[in-house]
């Protein structure tokens, strides 16, 4: 009885409690008030700026088909160009420098050239210019004529000459200005010898105007849109309106408003502008850019009505949504002071995966949720607790595992280098006894290396050139030794000895029962943020099974000859388990131990 006083007395000290059945509804209510008169009020000039942009959209699509046509066409043109200049009678004739030098091979030309026209009606007509001053024309109404014509006089020469080859197009206006009869687009490119690339002459092919609306006049069929098209100095090429009677309103547009698109044109490649042409009003959509640098323009008339039925509906379900979404936020709201403790609560419980345990402070608004987060943080201190002692001990029986490891190795070469300086000894060779004791000193000093676990690879290649010159006394002309260490790699830290295990087992267990002379090569190599270290013997080598058979008795105890298996453990602890050590053996040819050791990796035994 007393508890329940307590927590009815704690809950009244935190507030007046807000009745969420008649909160959230309440506000509903005010906030579709507000959002449905708004909506009312936005919708028409959303629906008229809907409609626009379809008629903007359908007619940038409109000229970007058209241009799309166009330049498909001036392809086919170009593709025929090559078919002409390719043709072995006219390379034949040019090569001579007259168009006059063979009436009978003139002949066979202007009958292919005829042929051509009339499979190619987009074609009016063909000229042929050589390097003489000679042109040869022929054309689908007229007889082929000749005449003398000065080619370097044209104004178009010397860039066909830069071109390289390349085509291009000049405008040829030849009928009245505001007509859309006469004009002619020249395809114009240099001929070239095929065998040797030499300039034989130019060959100009004339387009009638009539062929470019032929080539985008099926796209306009259910639209009412009007179209011109004008060349890269802006000069009407074609000017072309609908089928209906009175439609000049391209023609009043090009003549009245050709500055303000001029100035459109360099601002961007594409757009729409509005203009007003007499009491109408007019969208203009251009297009410029391309191969050739045209500008391609449309008009069409300021109609947005019909459009409006048909957006009206995705209208009022794009408002719909954008209710909801106002809904939501605002219920969001409204109910954060009651979510936001239990989303603070989730997020530190996000976080303790990733071992980030962070207690939480309590916020004073319900006597559930204190009681929560008191809950939380007593268990956050207690895993906390728990990991730091497991992660603690984990190190400490990792780094016993290392010294144990480490301390198995330095006996077993100890008593190998003994045994050598004491077969020389008996021998009376003090001068190399000397020599040996000299190795086995610097070979313990760099071991020894003031108590660190890490050294470079240069002292490590170099304990290994001592071990190597101990043992060349010993096993006199059994082995020869060879280094390849890069400069870059001299000072990269790595864990010391574990390279003499493995250099002695290519020793012993590769070389000597060989019973020749053999070669242990040791290289040390930087490649992708690692050191990338080899040490191949061409000894007798050992097969998968026995790989795995000697690294399997090695970790059961049973030998320890050969160090394998201490060494790659040795590596994995150091890594963090990683397999960084890599045996490559073939019987009868050799052993290649490979060792890829990251640059830059934090070893928990660094300090």
């Known amino acids: ?58 007619s940038l699509q409109t000229i970007t088909s058209i241009r799309t046509n166009i330049d498909l066409m001036i392809e086919n043109v170009n593709n025929y160009s090559k078919m002409i200049f390719s043709d072995r009678n006219l390379q034949n004739l040019l090569r001579q420098g007259d168009v006059y030098a063979n009436l009978q091979t003139q002949s066979k030309v202007s009958a292919y050239l005829y042929n051509l026209m009339q499979a190619v009606p987009i074609i009016d007509s063909v000229h042929i210019y050589d390097n003489g001053g000679h042109r040869f024309s022929v054309a689908t109404q007229e007889l082929p004529t000749y005449m003398e014509v000065n080619i370097k006089d044209a104004p178009w020469y010397e860039q066909v000459l830069s071109n390289n080859g390349k085509y291009i197009l000049r405008l040829d206006r030849r009928g009245a200005e505001g ?5 002619i687009v020249s395809f114009i490119r240099l001929i070239r010898d095929l065998d040797n690339t030499a300039p034989l002459g130019v060959l100009v092919i004339e387009i009638k105007d009539d062929a470019l609306v032929q080539a985008y006049s099926n796209l306009l069929s259910e ?22 009677p009175g439609k000049s309103a391209i023609f009043e547009l090009l003549n009245t408003n050709l500055a303000l698109l001029e100035d459109r044109f360099q601002q961007s490649d594409s757009g729409n502008l509005t203009v007003h042409l007499g009491s109408l009003k007019y969208t203009v959509t251009y297009l410029s850019g391309g191969a050739y640098n045209w500008k391609f323009v449309s008009l069409s008339p300021h109609k947005n009505m019909e459009f409006r039925n048909q957006s009206l509906v995705l209208l009022a379900f794009g408002l719909l949504l954008i209710n909801g979404t106002i809904f939501f936020v605002s219920s969001f709201i409204i109910s954060r002071s009651i979510i936001k403790p239990i989303q603070k609560l989730l997020r530190a419980m996000n976080r303790a995966p990733s071992g980030n345990f962070m207690k939480v402070s309590a916020e004073r608004n319900s006597f559930e949720m204190e009681q929560l987060y008191h809950g939380y943080n007593q268990m956050i201190e207690q895993i906390d607790q728990l990991l730091k002692r497991v992660i603690e001990e984990q190190k400490t029986i990792r780094r016993a595992e290392l010294n144990a490891l480490q301390s198995q190795i330095k006996p077993h070469f100890l008593y190998n280098t003994l045994d050598s300086i004491t077969s020389l000894a008996l021998s009376g060779d003090n001068e190399q006894v000397c020599e040996l004791i000299e190795a086995l000193g610097t070979y313990y000093r760099l071991s020894v290396s003031k108590g660190q676990d890490v050294i470079t690879v240069s002292e490590e290649i170099e304990m290994v050139r001592n071990y190597l010159k101990i043992q060349s006394v010993r096993y006199d002309n059994v082995f020869e030794a060879q280094f390849e260490v890069d400069r870059e790699c001299a000072m990269i830290p790595i864990p010391k000895l574990v390279l003499q295990p493995l250099v002695e087992n290519s020793l012993y267990h590769g070389i000597r029962p060989k019973g020749a002379k053999g070669i242990i090569r040791i290289s040390a190599k930087s490649a992708d943020s690692a050191v990338v270290i080899t040490i191949s013997d061409d000894g007798v080598g050992m097969s998968k099974e026995e790989i795995e058979e000697i690294l399997l008795t090695e970790r059961q105890g049973q030998i320890k000859s050969f160090g394998l298996w201490g060494t790659k453990e040795r590596l994995r602890i150091f890594y963090d388990d990683r397999d960084v050590l890599h045996i490559d053996s073939e019987p009868g040819v050799g052993t290649t131990i490979t060792l890829t050791l990251p640059i830059g990796v934090d070893s928990p035994w660094k300090n």
């Open 1 to 58: 009885m007393r508890a329940q006083l307590r927590d009815s007395f704690r809950m009244m000290s935190y507030g007046k409690p807000r009745k969420l059945a008649f909160k959230i509804p309440s506000a509903y209510f005010l906030v579709i008030l507000l959002t449905v008169g708004f909506s009312y009020l936005v919708l028409n000039q959303i629906a008229a700026n809907s409609a626009q942009k379809k008629i903007n959209e359908a």
């Open 179 to 183: 007509t859309s009869g006469g004009n």
């Open 223 to 244: 639209t009412s849109l009007q179209i011109a098209i004008l060349d890269e100095n802006n000069q009407t090429i074609v000017a072309d309106s609908t089928d209906e």
